[in-house]
């Protein structure tokens, strides 16, 4: 696998659990366990869906640096590794005179290039941290005011193939109906802005009860622009909801910010 080119100047979906869905598909596994923020949005005759979706863990970004040092106090000119361009706008919002830069590899690779002085810092969920025993290795929680989430950041995906009922049954038995319905709604703003890995499209939506509220923003590359929309409803028209927004931010000039982003990574 090519470890060096970045990958936000990879334009496909889905590159990391393609391999893994395809011995779902052809009846090697049963099933597969995904980063929701990683998979796609299936196209109805792909022979797959989201059988279950655990109950959800932090949304949050975690800043993991050398010393320590908090975002606020990192020198001019630091070197911040991160995969994802929706995190490069916003570090370019909060810090415009750090320089953030494309990294490769896993939790534990990119956390060893901080250590070893390739990078001052790291930009990282605090979910996947959680899930491999490293949280010792935060050095801040970045607000998430000023550090939307991707959609789906903190849940998984449980995927299997559709026609196999029993399996779907079973992992029925481990879904979380309030996450369920954030990432639905999540996962209808990017279907709508046709998201993807080279757009930086933050959405957090959280269900309380029958309600839920959903907010969704996208930056302009410098960060300076941010468009940014929220509502709330009933958490039966999750979708709806995520779907004016998506449609209100188009309105306000998504697609030209989405357009001007498109170029940068080829």
């Given amino acids: 696998m090519d470890q060096r080119t970045p990958l936000f100047s990879l334009d496909q979906k889905g590159i990391f659990e393609k391999e893994i869905d395809q011995a779902v598909l052809d009846g090697r596994v049963d099933f597969a366990v995904h980063s929701m923020k990683d998979i796609p949005v299936f196209d109805k005759d792909s022979g797959l869906l989201i059988a279950s979706v655990p109950e959800r863990g932090s949304v949050a970004d975690m800043l993991v640096s050398k010393g320590d040092v908090l975002l606020r106090d990192l020198e001019k000119g630091s070197r911040i590794g991160t995969s994802s361009l929706l995190r490069v706008a916003q570090l370019r919002r909060a810090r415009p005179d750090l320089n953030p830069e494309p990294i490769r590899g896993n939790v534990e690779t990119r956390i060893q290039k901080v250590d070893k002085g390739e990078f001052d810092a790291v930009v990282l969920a605090e979910a996947g941290l959680e899930r491999l025993g490293m949280t010792g290795r935060i050095s801040e ?10 959609p789906g950041q ?31 709604a999540e996962r209808e703003l990017v279907r709508i802005l046709e998201g993807g890995c080279k757009v930086p499209v933050g959405a957090l939506a959280r269900a309380h009860g029958d309600g839920i509220r959903i907010a969704a923003c996208i930056f302009s590359i410098d960060g300076r622009e941010k468009l940014l929309v929220e509502r709330s409803g009933s958490v039966r028209e999750g979708t709806v909801l995520a779907r004016e927004i998506g449609e209100e931010l188009i309105q306000k000039g998504a697609k030209k910010i989405e357009a001007s982003w498109r170029t940068v990574y080829v």
């Fill in 141 to 150: 929680q970045l607000p998430v005011e000023d550090f939307m989430p991707a």
């Fill in 154 to 184: 903190g849940a998984l995906a449980v995927v299997a193939r559709s026609d196999n009922l029993g399996v779907i049954d079973i992992l029925r038995s481990i879904e979380h109906p309030q996450t369920r319905a954030e990432i639905e």
